[in-house]
T-cell receptor
Framework: KAGVTQTPRYLIKTRGQQVTLSCSPI?????VSWYQQTPGQGLQFLFE???????NKGNFPGRFSGRQFSNSRSEMNVSTLELGDSALYLC?????????????FGPGTRLTVT | DQQVKQNSPSLSVQEGRISILNCDYT??????FLWYKKYPAEGPTFLIS?????DKNEDGRFTVFLNKSAKHLSLHIVPSQPGDSAVYFC??????????FGRGTSLIVHP
């Protein structure tokens, strides 16, 4: 069974631009969650989508948004990029709700904002 | 305010010995706990989990212990192998609480 895939793997953007990251979950998984990882901060929860509906949202500004498609694929968008948005963005899928099942992570997208 | 804490940023162990990684949590509503392992340039990989109805779960060389009264869990790796060198994250969730991760402990197993 193929794992979670994320594209692109690396991205360099300029302050003020916007970016869209993509995630394809494991086949059959209906929950997709997004996390931001920065040095020393661990994994910070961004949001979770289940059956195309956002179920939970972490403590991030409205510049961070996402969506999930009917095939469970998910995208995350960050508008008006700031230097502090430079991080590893991880997508994770689970067969059920994220708080009830183990999650399977993709390799991440490394975003650098200059 | 960190709800899940891993107070040791790093741990160094000799091959063949036991590795013990610790994690504390503050939210008594958490009832599902997980450990993930992360190698550089890869996403975290699920290792082992435990629900609050149990106090121990074992999977091969990995055992997780849960002490609900102390709000503490630990991961034991016996025997430790050089391939176990990675960053280990503990996570807690349950009910309507989103998965909350600690900041990780970097384990180095020396040959």
């Amino acid at each position: 069974k193929a794992g979670v895939t994320q594209t692109p793997r690396y991205l360099i953007k300029t302050r003020g631009q916007q970016v869209t990251l993509s995630c394809s979950p494991i086949s059959g998984h209906r929950s997709v969650s997004w996390y931001q990882q920065t040095p020393g901060q661990g994994l910070q929860f961004l949001f979770e989508y289940f059956s195309e509906t956002q179920r939970n949202k972490g403590n991030f500004p409205g510049r961070f948004s996402g969506r999930q498609f009917s095939n469970s694929r998910s995208e995350m968008n960050v508008s008006t990029l700031e230097l502090g948005d430079s991080a590893l963005y991880l997508c994770a899928s689970s067969r059920g709700l994220a708080e009830l099942y183990e999650q399977y992570f993709g390799p991440g997208t490394r975003l650098t904002v200059t | 305010d960190q709800q899940v804490k891993q107070n040791s940023p790093s741990l160094s162990v000799q091959e063949g010995r036991i590795s013990i990684l610790n994690c504390d949590y503050t939210n008594s509503m958490f009832d599902y706990f997980l450990w993930y392992k992360k190698y550089p340039a890869e996403g975290p990989t699920f290792l082992i989990s435990i629900s609050s109805i149990k106090d121990k779960n074992e999977d091969g060389r990995f055992t997780v212990f849960l002490n609900k009264s102390a709000k503490h869990l630990s991961l034991h790796i016996v025997p430790s192998q050089p391939g176990d060198s990675a960053v280990y994250f503990c996570a807690a969730s349950g009910g309507s609480y989103i998965p909350t991760f600690g900041r990780g402990t970097s384990l180095i197993v020396h040959p």
